[in-house]
């Protein structure tokens, strides 16, 4: 997967692609499990930053995808500029409605979905915001140094705290797997953030 | 007191495990458990709360675990104070701290599956460095537990007491302590739900077989992530803790500036630690750092950063400063 695919991913889920763009990252989705997957976490992630509350796993949003589109009108209107309400769960932080996206999410992600026109061919749907795409949040390298995590060195500096971060999960990527630390290797990461 | 408590312990391997033979040493039993401990981590549905005990600090999780066609995928999240979450999957680690705004993805060890298929536990190993006891039965979540205590016999390695689901040897209740039985963390489920995958169609569990000469796959492309068996990459470590040995290398890039890094993994048996050395112009961290139950020792050699990191006593690190790079005159 490409720096520019996680790029589009995420300004889809903003809302934040033209036509040629949503339409080109659209069949890409139908064609590629793996970015698919991707964008499962994509989701994930930011409905965990803007508070949403976790559901299981992925395919579970999916499955609330579909109901929501079980209850929300759609007007399918090919190669014209639509706009319908959205779940208000599924409000990306820019506020922007994100129809279009979400019916790609529930054609690509979903199988056996109840499409409204009972068929399983992609809602030609376009993107209601078209706005100048902005810089992948969610790509796939390191995005942010994390915050200090509370590891006590006689140099207390961001960098070296994110240095023992990263080699801690690498450590507990094999620690995990091996010998007694089976059980919940990471809730360190999770546990430790408050000074 | 019913009769299954009572008589539980005894016919633990009999009754819940038949048509296995079983090591009657209370070390051979106690791997048995381990492994099937392992799989129950990996390979079960998992839904439960968890109190987190470290520093005197108390800390609630949740986490959320599924294991379908494969694929494994997790979620663990904070209950208190921000709420912060780990996602990961079969791919890649995801951590977020939403009022931070700050989120750092790392991408999965490829060959880490086919790591647990060579890390058998060995018994004879164990019971050099633990006093194996099996310390009846209890009850954590609302569910029966089966308790098995591993003392260190040094200050080398942490102690442990687990609280095994009696059904599934599901970790309940996990304790880390010293050598001076002072607690260390805790972990303890207050509530969960457990459940065996519908399609699980992958087993991490060691195979009959599986040896340890045997060559890991060597996995390249996008995640630039080398393993090998090959358990020598040019370092002479000298006055390795008692016990430990060099159980895995794997060679990675850095994700900034792209120097190569090894990473050894050093193993009793049941305590872990790694050592990272990789190329630096300067010295990152000297020293201890420790953060609650984790240890990390780093020193600067020749050029070198060498780090030490793991769920050991401080002790079992500080050894990396005698660590150099072969040469004609300290090759052994």
Redesign the interface.
């Known amino acids: 997967m490409s720096l520019e695919q996680n790029t589009k991913l995420s300004a889809l889920i903003d809302d934040e692609l033209d036509n040629h763009e949503f339409n080109g990252i659209n069949r890409q989705l139908e064609a590629d499990s793996e970015l698919r997957a991707t964008l499962n976490r994509y989701i994930i992630i930011s409905e965990t930053i803007r508070g949403i509350p976790p559901e299981v796993d992925a395919a579970s949003i999916a499955s609330r995808v579909s109901a929501a589109l079980e209850s929300e009108p759609v007007v399918i209107a090919p190669g014209r500029i639509r706009q319908r309400g959205v779940p208000s769960w599924l409000k990306p932080v820019a506020g922007a409605a994100i129809a279009a996206s979400v019916a790609t999410l529930a054609v690509v992600n979903v199988t056996g979905l109840s499409t409204r026109s009972n068929t399983s061919e992609v809602f030609p749907v376009t993107a209601v915001n078209v706005q100048p795409a902005a810089v992948a949040p969610f790509a796939s390298q390191q995005l942010a140094m994390p915050a200090a995590t509370n590891w006590k060195t006689a140099a207390d500096t961001p960098e070296i705290e994110e240095e023992l971060n990263r080699l801690l999960i690498d450590h507990s990527e094999y620690s995990a797997q091996a010998g007694m630390h089976a059980m919940l290797p990471y809730a360190s990461f999770v546990s430790y953030d408050q000074k | 007191m019913t009769i299954a408590r009572t008589v539980l312990p005894a016919c633990l391997i009999l009754s819940l495990f038949a048509g296995r033979v079983v090591a009657e040493s209370p070390s051979g039993q106690a791997a048995y458990w ?1 492994e099937k ?2 799989q129950a ?2 390979e079960l549905n998992y ?1 439960g709360h ?1 109190v ?1 005990i ?1 520093n005197n600090n108390i ?1 609630s ?1 949740r ?2 675990h ?1 294991f379908e066609d494969g694929q494994e ?1 997790e ?4 209950q208190n ?9 079969d ?8 009022r ?10 490829p060959d ?2 086919s ?2 298929a060579f ?1 058998r ?1 060995d018994p004879e190993q164990i019971s050099r460095h633990y006093d194996v006891r099996f310390q009846g039965s209890d009850r954590v979540a609302d569910r029966m537990v089966n308790v098995i205590a ?1 003392t260190p016999v040094d200050n080398l390695r942490y102690g ?1 007491r687990l609280f095994l689901d009696d059904e599934f040897a599901f ?1 309940l209740q ?1 304790e880390m302590f010293d050598h001076e039985q002072e607690l260390v963390s805790r ?1 303890m489920f207050t509530n969960i739900t457990l459940s065996r995958p519908a399609n699980p169609s992958r087993s ?1 569990a060691a195979k009959p077989g599986d040896a340890a000469g045997a060559e890991l796959p060597v996995m390249q492309g996008k995640q630039r992530i080398r393993s090998t068996n090959k358990l020598d990459n040019g370092w002479n470590f000298g006055d390795v803790p008692e016990g430990y040995t060099v ?2 290398l ?1 060679t ?1 890039n850095h ?2 500036n792209n120097q190569e890094i090894n ?1 050894y ?1 050093f ?1 009793d ?6 050592v ?1 050395i990789e190329v630096s112009d300067k010295a ?11 240890n ?1 020792y780093g020193v600067y050699v020749d050029g070198y950063q060498l ?1 030490a ?3 050991v006593p401080l002790e079992a690190l500080v050894f990396i400063s005698n660590t150099k790079f072969k040469t004609a005159g300290n090759a052994q």
């Open positions: 381990l401990m392992s981590v990996h839904d968890f987190y470290h800390e999780l986490t959320v599924s995928s979620r663990l999240f904070s104070g921000e709420a912060r979450e780990l996602l990961r999957d791919v890649s680690m995801t951590r977020i701290m939403p931070s705004k700050n989120i750092s993805t790392n991408p999965r060890m880490r599956t790591f647990s890390f536990l591993f442990y970790p996990w972990i991490v159980r895995h794997s990675r994700p900034q990473q993994l193993s048996g049941l305590s872990s630690f790694s990272f990152r961290l000297t020293g201890k750092a420790r953060l609650g139950a984790l990390a780090t990191v793991g769920e």
